[in-house]
Every structure is written in C-alpha cells, then in structure tokens.
C-alpha cells in the first residue's frame, strides 16, 4: 500500500496564479485534512471532510477551497496565490478522529 | 490563550540522558491525546497514543493530568536518533472531528 501520497513535491508559483494540490490514499479512510505548516506554528487545519462529497473549514481557510468528489482523493485549490500561502502543506487521513492520522510527504510551496 | 502548547526547545541533551516535555491544552473536555514525531523537513508520524492510566512503549512514557490539564511524554536513554520535532495532539470534545496539534518541542541529542 502506498497508505497518503501528495502531488506535486514541490512548486514555485507566482502570485496571482493558480493550482490544485492532489492528495491521495488507499487506506479507505472516511476522514481527510489538509494542513499547513508554518516556522514557528506548528500544523494548521485549512479544511477537512468527512467522506466523499462532503468538506468543511478550518482553522485557517480563506484563500483556499476543497473538494472530495471520490473517497480517495483530497484536492486542496488556490484560486489566486499570495505570498502568505508559501508553506509546507501536509494532507491526513484516518479512519476516526480518535485515532491515528496518516500523513503524506508534503507539498512545499513558494509564493513569489 | 493557544489551545494547545509547548515550549518549543530546544532541549540539548547528551546520550543516555533522561528527558521530559509537557505540554498544556486549554479546552477540558478534551478527549484524545497523541505525541507526534516530526523529523525535519518530514511529515510528522505518531509516536503514542495518551490513556488516562498512562502508558509506556520501550524508552517513552506518556502521562495524562487532567486535572491540571496537561500531558507529559518521557524520552530514557536517550539516542542520536531520538532527535527530532515532538509534536503534542489534542482532540477536543467528541463533537470535534478534528486534531488540535502544538507547535512542538525540538529535542537534540548530542553524541
């Protein structure tokens, strides 16, 4: 099993552009999250789902948006990219939030 | 108040040393507790669960004070390799479907 993979590694964009992170897992897991992480701040929910179809905000969600359309995949857009979204970002999953959170490889962004 | 926190280190300790970080939450009715390890540059993986009777897993001991609200994570004999980011969770109430994680605690072990 591959358990949570992220697309791209890494990505330089320019501000005002857009893109849209891929995250996937083959754990079967009802509940996804994506974070971001800063020096100094440790892990911030963006947004979060609890199964196919279904998203909600965050802690910190402005400037992105989400969507679920299969259990799979997590995909996490910038509509318009600023410099205060360069960042490491981290997708989970888990099957329940009691219990352990399976993370991907991470996605550094750079916001020029 | 942050909902979640911990000193951030680092803690520069020798080989074989004992080590303890603790780590406070806010909300009381707060319901599951992890330690993360994150090593740099790395996505964090979770090192143990917190029970209310406390638990240990070779080298590490977890302890839960709810009353005081705050989690204890104890690194023995400690390794090169225990080096890393050591990340505090917290779930809130049941409600919550979400993980409330702390800014972490650097530890250096030094040869």
């Known amino acids: 099993n591959a358990g949570v993979t992220q697309t791209p590694k890494f990505r330089v964009l320019k501000t005002g552009q857009s893109m849209t992170l891929l995250c996937a897992q083959d754990m079967n897991h009802e509940y996804m999250y994506w974070y971001r992480q800063d020096p100094g701040m440790g892990l911030r929910l963006i947004h979060y789902?609890?199964?196919?179809?279904?998203?909600a905000k965050g802690e910190v969600p402005d400037g992105y948006n989400v969507s679920r359309l299969k259990k799979q995949n997590f995909l996490l857009g910038l509509e318009s990219a600023a410099p205060s979204q360069t960042s490491v970002y981290f997708c989970?999953?888990?099957?329940?939030?009691?219990?352990?959170?399976?993370f991907g490889p991470g996605t550094r962004l750079t916001v020029l | 108040r942050k909902e979640v926190e911990q000193d951030p280190g680092p803690f520069n300790v020798p080989e074989g040393a004992t080590v303890a970080f603790n780590c406070t939450y806010s909300?009381?009715?707060?319901?599951?507790f992890f330690w993360y390890r994150q090593d740099c540059r790395k996505e964090p993986k979770l090192l143990m669960s917190v029970y209310s009777s406390g638990n240990e897993d070779g080298r590490f001991t977890a302890q839960l004070n709810r009353a005081s609200q705050y989690i204890s994570l104890l690194i023995r004999d400690s390794k090169l390799s225990d080096s890393a980011t050591y990340l505090c969770v917290v779930r809130g109430d049941t409600g919550r479907r979400a993980l409330t994680f702390g800014s972490g605690t650097r530890l250096q072990v030094q040869p």
């Open positions: 989970a999953s888990t099957y329940s939030p009691s219990m352990e959170q399976f």
């Open positions: 789902s609890v199964g196919e179809g279904t998203t």
């Open positions: 909300n009381s009715a707060s319901q599951s």
